[in-house]
């Protein structure tokens, strides 16, 4: 072999899930130490299958893995974890009620004499990592008491504890901030410059074009074409993913309504958020804002019923509405995608379609049991109208791609037909071409009346999508913006 | 009061005669009207009646009533009540060969005397020939294994020409016991010629089986003649058993307590009477009250 | 916040029942509150006691032990079974037989992934089968008092079983909280699949747990046979259940992924506590199952509300 | 082989039915052994014994696939059967029957109060109650046996001995309570939602329902159930001890486990559970024919389990083994 900074060569790999997915199809790949190397495709062309077949989770049906010249076998992630290859996984893989230190340390704790764990130590470096990464969050919190954000960093972390080879970031950024997502590059240059291969996985363009060295692209389990980053553009990249041009036009958004659907006055959840007000028209899109911890979330949860509130009014067309559980607020009309997709979105063990109609299967009951013809009309319709990329409807949801989870999440509120929709982080995990095609249909649903509150960490997303913007900090509303001329400095000022 | 008596008994309500047992005793303190009662209940548990004896002997009881659930494990802690001086008298089912020492008196029935009885009874019914299955008590317990002793090596020694085909327990329970019987008459058919239960109860439940199966001339003899037991005697169904009296059982353990609390001399054991009980003899007795 | 920092000193909420138990029980019989009953309530709980230390192990995995009572019984019967031979050996093979029951339990655990439900169940159910062919439905006593003069015996005023209760409770808890076996347990109870990333040897794990459990099952099977001076083949019948309670009253999921020694210990003296308090005040056997009952609800009721302060106040 | 991700693997409907498999399998090494196995009247008998086991484990079902538990069953199997068969003499059989019914659904729902909507440890609660209901029987009889003497005693006479079709009652009311109940598990939208409630019920309180409703009515329908089994075991009898139910939570908990679900809820089906418990009645049976003594029968019984759980495992490859 030539090229000496060659650490990891894959031949003709091929991966089946029985009976019927092809996830990876003769995919062969090079990977060089000291550069990185960026993975892009749709949801579930096989990206996450291809990197847990060389982190040693998946053995693959076929095909060779040569790493440092010689051909191995990795049978189990603890082989592929000695030989200093590291995976970040794009599901969040930590033990909640264990402290952040004990996670980033899990299956590495230092140990002073036999056995014994070294806590002194254990905190210490753990606090050195963290500060590194600039988290705000204590080595000694518990993990369940962090955001989905703080957790992704605590995952993050763990490339520091080892000194891998290779590390493998499964869309680290998805449920990342701006903040954070910066510190992020600051490592991944660092690192590389060490020398460490590293392997990226991101569905945002623009991180792919400011980190990487060379971009491979897959399709429907095919490795399409390795290209140098430096040769290439955005245009050329998302062809090559998938198939076509991207039709990046935006609906036209018009606003033909004026009731306002819901009202919210002096929300206040004492050291959560404090003296929320504010009002969404039917017909409107408010974007709302903010960074990490500023309680966007919770205030969703609020109107959604599932959190209590100390103080404040919600008003629902106009009345006052008494919203003390999840269940009235659907009676409401309100709907709430959740920003945690597998703790709060899915049923994992249930199958797409049962996940889908999970929140109308009081109106679709025909005297109290299941219409599963209805049922299967209604999979098949969000399917096409979502794209939604599924071998079977009856599979369990728990072997679809990340990003077609997402898609059924939001299938499964659009189902009910709310007045108010709530998406907290709806394009999470979403290749570049559903991204459009959500944000198209969020157009889309305004247009037709909904009324739409999307939280979103990504400034473009909501600059693009809104027609008025909230910004929240530490729990209250520091700023509001409307019409079309919101900048991103705006916002950036306010947060 | 004068004296505080200690009781920790069995398993209350686990069958009535437990508890006919418990609310005699009961009501027999309040007639000496010079006794406190402290009565607990072990439910079947060993470790738990060590438990109720050390805590008996903790509140400085004058006397400690105790029917063990097991004969052999209850020794060391009576060793424990005789050395801190507290007289304990056994009732209903007696403790090891190496407790008698530790213990001031016995007094209740002879388990291995019943299994006799029942054999007796067996033979006599099926005059001297057949072949029988045996439904014991619940594994392990004295009663249990004495009255299944009882009943086997008489048979043995004195009744050769009936056999027991197969024996399996019924736990002191009237529909394990039934479902125990279902099996056997599948398994024997009309083979069968006998039925020993180690109690009425259990009887009871081999009867409805037996009952059921539309089996005839199957002859059920029992032990602890239960009211059930007494009536299906009466009209002819079940073949005998052996009375014995909870009431009396509690009354003679009391009585004896009271001679010793009193300084009297008393016996060490003190056996009462289980007389055999079939359709011939049965107006000698009044029907049990449980 | 003061919920606070019973929180840092990782106290459970079962320890403030023990504590107004004690209070309650203190103030309405006099024969409560003195060193001998204390003693009393700790000799009667080192069985169960024994017994739940282990099954915390195995229930902070996730997995749980039905086998425990019928395993107090094997071990009892093969201590007295064999004290011939000298009680060291017969000892040493009870503790023995423990180990390597609860090996096969974790082994089968292992390698068919059958709920460790059923195969403890189908252990519970086995091994008592075990007792009775081994000890022929016979009980067995000890030749003479030395053996249960040990049970009875003390030292430095403290009873010997209740030493061997603590010295064992402080060995798990140390195991728990301080080495990577310990760590490793809280986090495959916590995230199989986190475990599994994380490189962890799971299989392996549990098993040494199921024999960390065996084991002190059969301790409590020869101390406890120590103060009978006899086995029964019948012993250890729904200590389970109450294994069990004592740690789930203790903070130990059922799910796996929390729980310590010192709420284990907590549940444990709880229950302890609540049945001899009972027997000291001549409560009728039958009014005695409906109170513990209540009392068992109550805990955890108020075990809950507590808990939802200290969430609250973090 | 470990492969943590490939757990949907989708066999052929035939495959899947490992437990079958491994039941027949039993059947047909008994029947090897005993001619008696095999018969129609033996087979009746043993269905008739399983249907008061079976019928407890079809309620509990719900429980455990809503994520719970229930122990106090054999508690209120005793309660039922003791009550109802002393109301039986007192104001007559159907009166007796919905009396107890009533009762049970009490304790039913003080259960499913406590687990649904205090949300405390369902184990801890029902022990609790097991504990308590033993006592209230107790105190009920004062701890005697009840017997049912009355005159008339055509209705339970019926329920216990009678027969439709040639198939005695007990059997009819057992397969007809399955179907209904598997139906109400599998069919309806208070099935799914119990699944999911059992699956993630976070997701389930995101997607707009009451999971506490869903629950609450588990207990109720394990109460419901173990009515039926009291009658059973009441009519079977003609008349109850307060300790008949004792035991009987863990062989129905076995039954139920046995059957594939998982106490981590999520997962179950009524078929597979009575399956389950046909697999334990029948196992029993079949030793006792065999004249094993008892304590052989457990040794047995150890290993047949183990190995019939393990059949099913391994031919379905449900689950993954661990490294
Ligand atoms: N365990 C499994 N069983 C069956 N099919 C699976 C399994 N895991 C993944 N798949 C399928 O393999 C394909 C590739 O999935 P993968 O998770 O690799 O996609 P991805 O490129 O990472 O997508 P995303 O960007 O959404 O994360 C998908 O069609 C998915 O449904
Ligand atoms: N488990 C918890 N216990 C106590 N406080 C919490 C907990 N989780 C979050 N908080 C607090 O609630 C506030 C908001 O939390 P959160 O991080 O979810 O906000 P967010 O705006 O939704 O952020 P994002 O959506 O970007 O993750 C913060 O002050 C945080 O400290
Ligand atoms: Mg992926
Ligand atoms: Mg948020």
Redesign the pocket.
Known sequence: MSNPNLILSISNITKKFPPSVVALSDVSLDIYTGEVHAIVGENGAGKSTLMKVIAGVHKPTSGTINYEGNDVVLSNPIIAKKMGILLIHQELSLVEEMTVAENIFIGEYPTKMQGLVDYKLLYKRTDEIITKLKCNFSSKDKV???????KQMVEISRALVMKPKVIIFDEPTA?L?DTEKFVLMDLINTLKKEGVAIVYISHRMDEIFTLSDRISVLRDGEHRKTVKTQATDIDEVIKLMIGRELNLDHIERNNKYDKTVIELKNLTQK???KDISFSVKQGEILGMY?????????VAEAIFGIRKIDSGEIYINDQLADINSSEKAVKNGIALVP?DRKEQGLVLEMSCKENLTLSILQTIGNFGFLNSDLEKKLMLEYKDLLSIKMADINDKISTLSGGNQQKIIIGKWLVTNPKLLIL??PTRGIDIGSKAEIHNLIRKLANEGYAILV?S?EMPEVISLSDRVLV?R??QISGEFSGKDITEEDLALTI | KDYVIGVTQNNVGVDSYQTTYDIALKDTMTKYPNVEGIVLDAGGNVARQIAQVQDLIQQEVDAIILWPTNGQALTPIVRKAKQMGIPVIITNSNISEKGQEFITAFSGPNTITQGQYAAELMCEGLNGKGQVVQITGQPGYQTAINRQKGFEDSLAADCPGVSIIDSQPGDWNREKSQRVMENFITRFGTKIDGVYAADDNMGIGALNAIKEADLKNIKIVGATNFAVGYDAIKEGSYYGSVVQSPVSDAIAALAITMKILNGDKVEKDNYFDTPKVTLANIDEFERPVF | MRWNNFNKLKIQPIWFFVLILIVFFSSTSEYFFEFSNFKNIFIQTSTIGLIALGLTFVMINGNIDLSVGSMVALSASITIGLQGYGLGFSIFAALLAGVLFGALNGIIVWKTGVDSFIVTLGAMIGIRGVVFIYTEEQSFYALDFAFSDFGSSSLLGIPSLVLIFLFFSWLMHFILSRTIHGRNMLAIGGSRTASLNAGMKIGRHLMINFMICGFLAALAGITLSSQMGASTPNLGRDFELWAITAVVLGGTHLKGGSGSIIGTLGGVIAIGVLRNGMNLLHIPSFYVLVILGVILISVIYFDSLMKNKM?LS? | MYDIYAKNVNLGVVAKQGFLIGFIVLLFVFSLFSDEFLQSRNVMTVISQAAIIGVIAIGVTFVIVGGNLDLSVGSMLSFGAVLVADLHDKIGAYPAIACMMMALLVIGSVNGFLVAYLKLNSLIVTLGMLSVIQGMTLIYTSGKNVDITAQDTSVFDFINKGTVFDIPVPIILFILLGLAMEILLKGTVFGRKLFATGGNPKAVLFSGINSAKVVFSTYLLSAFTTGCASILIASRVMGAQNTVGQGYELVVLAGVILGGASLLGGSGSIIKTILGVLVLKFLQNGLLLLGFQYYIQWVVTWVVIIFAVWLDIAVTRRKVLLD
Request: glycine letters at 12%; aromatic letters at 4%; a negative charge.
């Open positions: 369940s008491h962090l955001s989905i954000a703080q449920s901030t050291n959560v958020f903010g960074l990490i911890g500023a309680g966007r979330t919770e920003e907290d982080e939280i960490s929240l530490d729990g | 969430e973090q």
